[in-house]
């Protein structure tokens, strides 16, 4: 009578697995599917979200976005320049303070709480003085 439950909870089991093998199997198969019509259709000229639209047709509602053009090669490099910059100045500023700023001797030997506190503070203040006199020159 065990012997039988057993084979019957295993079997139980193996149908259990057997459905999420195949419906793994079959997911991925849709998504597959799905990306392969989405790719099928971009090459046919079809927008993605519109498929029945052909590429010259308009939507009819007037609250859908349209993707927008990728900016032109000059307007990216100037975006890219300007984040290099803000990179550069930012790590110019760190490295100024860094060299500006002297940790106190008791910071060097942080085993309790009340010091670890005091020295964040001590360097928190810091970097404000520090900015504010940036700001003030």
């Given at each position: 009578?065990?012997?039988?439950?057993?084979?019957?909870?295993?079997?139980?089991?193996?149908?259990?697995?057997?459905?999420?093998?195949?419906?793994?199997?079959?997911?991925?198969?849709?998504?597959?599917?799905?990306?392969?019509?989405?790719?099928?259709?971009?090459?046919?000229?079809?927008?993605?979200?519109?498929?029945?639209?052909?590429?010259?047709?308009?939507?009819?509602?007037?609250g859908v976005q349209t993707p927008?053009?990728?900016?032109?090669?000059?307007?990216?490099?100037?975006?890219?320049?300007?984040?290099?910059?803000?990179?550069?100045?930012?790590?110019?500023?760190?490295?100024?303070?860094?060299?500006?700023?002297?940790?106190?001797?008791?910071?060097?030997?942080?085993?309790?709480?009340?010091?670890?506190?005091?020295?964040?503070?001590?360097?928190?203040?810091?970097?404000?003085?520090?900015?504010?006199?940036?700001?003030?020159?």
């Amino acid at each position: 009578m065990k012997t039988y439950r057993s084979l019957k909870m295993f079997a139980g089991f193996l149908a259990l697995v057997l459905v999420l093998a195949f419906g793994r199997v079959m997911l991925q198969t849709y998504w597959l599917k799905s990306q392969n019509d989405m790719l099928s259709g971009l090459l046919d000229g079809r927008p993605i979200g519109n498929s029945s639209l052909s590429a010259n047709q308009e939507p009819d509602d007037a609250g859908v976005q349209t993707p927008t053009a990728p900016p032109d090669r000059e307007e990216s490099f100037l975006i890219k320049r300007r984040s290099e910059t803000a990179v550069a100045a930012a790590r110019d500023e760190v490295k100024d303070f860094k060299k500006s700023y002297q940790k106190p001797e008791k910071c060097y030997d942080m085993r309790s709480d009340e010091v670890r506190i005091w020295c964040a503070n001590h360097f928190m203040r810091a970097r404000k003085a520090f900015e504010q006199q940036k700001a003030g020159s």
